[in-house]
Structure formats: structure tokens, C-alpha cells
């Protein structure tokens, strides 16, 4: 939504906001709203979706129930609030840029360091429920899916346009879908970006292999998430064909699952 909020959004937040002098649209394709709020009570960084049952509607009501135990590495939810037409969330605005994954960069041992106290986080009562389970369907078989299991909180969307950075300061953004699950696979997603962003497989392992939870995983667990992740990948992009990122993503999944010798 580019320029403004609509009418019934704006009377929604107004009671946290106060007035609302500026709008600034964010990017994001999970939410139907991502907006930057100036206002008389200060400024946050909107989040909002029409409030309608399925899984968009459960992410962010998971992004809101994590929330408390994921700060401050996560910025604080400041208000939420719904309606019968939308859900919407209001975090407090943080100043920064995203995170560089290209090799070289200097972000990248701030980005190792901030996986790691994401890593520290125990799982809270309220994620004993949300079972990992997204590439359950893309393993071989139950053994293989069994090595994505645990009990780790994972934060599930590694990606440098959620990874804030400001000076010695970092921050993971957008925790829409939280799991409990086996600890190696935020650090695997992060091998699989690191590829995205330039590296060959052997430098994204490297940097990969300097968080805590790669160095003490089953390296099968490691070869089972790089086939599934390939596959799945590889299903989204025969789903949307003209989403020409998800083939830049399968390229980056096959070279790892090449280098680790696995099977697509």
C-alpha cells in the first residue's frame, strides 16, 4: 500500500498513535500493510493484515505472542490491536540498514554474532506448540525429517533485508513464523543467503560454521536440511514461475546440496 492508510486502518491505530503526520511505506510481501509511522506519540513501524482465518493471520499473531521473549534482539511490540476488517501491530522504529551478506562485508561477523544470541534463546511455553515442520514434505523419508526436529526456538526468515544494522547494534526483524525445531537450520538458511549474495559454497559453510548451533549439529542434519531446502525452493519456483528471486534462491540451494553431495 503506497502513500497513505485507508480510512478504517487509520481509526484503528489512532488510539496508540495519536496523530498521524507521516506515512512511509516499507517493503514486505507477507503483511497487506509495512509502513514506517511518524506520529504525536512517537514513531513505529506498522505492521497490519485483514483480518481474515488462515496463515497470514497466524504468523502475526505468532510474531506478536514471540515478541516479549525474543528482545532485544527483536525491537519491542509497542501496541497491537483488531478489528473485524484488520490486525495490525506497532513496533517500536528502529534506525539502520540491512544487513550486507556479499563476501568481504564487514556485517558478516555481526550477523554470525546476532544468529548466536538468537541461538541462546530457550524456547518459551508459548512455541512448545509451533513444531518445525515446513520441510517435512520435501525429506526422503521420516528419519531424514527427524534430523529437522528439536527443541530450539528458531527465527526461520534469515535474510539481509531483515537483519537491521545500525553501527555496533543489529537487530532481527519480521519473527512472522517462529518454530521450535533443530538449531542448525537458521544457520543453514544463512548458507544458503550467503550464496545468494556471492559467496561460493565452501566461504558461505565458513561463516555458517562459526555459529554455535552448526558447529554442534549432526553434520546428516546438515545434508538433510540443504536436499529438502533445494526441493522446496525448487516446488515454490514451479509455483510462480515469473518470481524470477525464487530461481536466484534454487540456483544458490543447488550449489550447496551440490558441494555437500546430496541428492535433489
Not at 27 to 44: K, M, Q, R
Not at 96 to 119: M, Q, W
Not at 120 to 138: G, H, I, M, S, T
Not at 219 to 232: V, W, Y
Request: contains cysteine; negative net charge; hydrophobic residues 40%.
Amino acid at each position: 500500500m503506497a502513500g497513505d492508510l485507508t480510512d478504517d486502518l487509520r481509526a484503528l491505530i489512532q488510539p496508540h498513535t495519536g496523530k498521524i503526520t507521516a506515512v512511509n511505506p516499507a517493503g514486505g510481501n507477507d503483511s497487506d500493510v509495512t509502513a514506517l509511522i511518524e506520529s504525536e506519540n512517537g514513531s513505529f513501524f506498522l505492521k497490519a493484515m485483514h483480518n481474515r482465518p488462515g496463515g497470514r493471520r497466524n504468523s502475526i499473531t505468532r510474531e506478536r505472542l514471540i515478541n516479549p521473549y525474543v528482545q532485544p534482539i527483536s525491537p519491542p511490540l509497542r501496541w497491537h490491536t483488531e478489528n473485524d476488517d484488520w490486525i495490525a501491530l506497532g513496533f517500536q522504529a528502529v534506525t539502520g540498514r540491512r544487513a550486507d551478506l556479499r563476501p568481504g562485508s564487514p556485517d558478516l561477523p555481526v550477523v554470525v554474532a546476532l544468529l548466536n544470541r538468537i541461538g541462546e534463546l530457550p524456547l518459551p511455553d508459548v512455541a512448545q506448540d509451533w513444531e518445525e515442520n515446513r520441510w517435512d514434505r520435501f525429506c526422503t523419508d521420516e528419519a531424514e525429517a527427524d534430523l529437522l526436529k528439536g527443541n530450539a526456538l528458531l527465527y526461520t526468515d534469515v535474510h539481509e533485508s531483515n537483519m537491521i544494522i545500525q553501527g555496533n547494534s543489529a537487530w532481527a526483524v519480521d519473527w512472522s513464523w517462529p518454530t521450535r525445531g533443530a538449531a542448525v537450520i537458521d544457520p543453514a538458511q544463512l548458507a544458503v543467503q550467503l550464496i545468494v549474495a556471492g559467496h561460493s559454497a565452501t566461504s558461505a559453510e565458513h561463516w555458517a560454521a562459526r555459529c554455535t548451533a552448526w558447529e554442534k549439529a549432526d553434520p546428516h542434519a546438515i545434508d538433510a536440511f540443504a536436499a529438502a531446502a533445494l526441493r522446496m525452493h525448487q516446488a515454490r519456483s514451479e509455483r510462480f514461475p515469473d518470481a524470477k528471486w525464487l530461481g536466484t534462491i534454487v540456483a544458490a540451494a543447488r550449489t550447496w546440496a551440490d558441494h555437500r553431495g546430496v541428492p535433489a
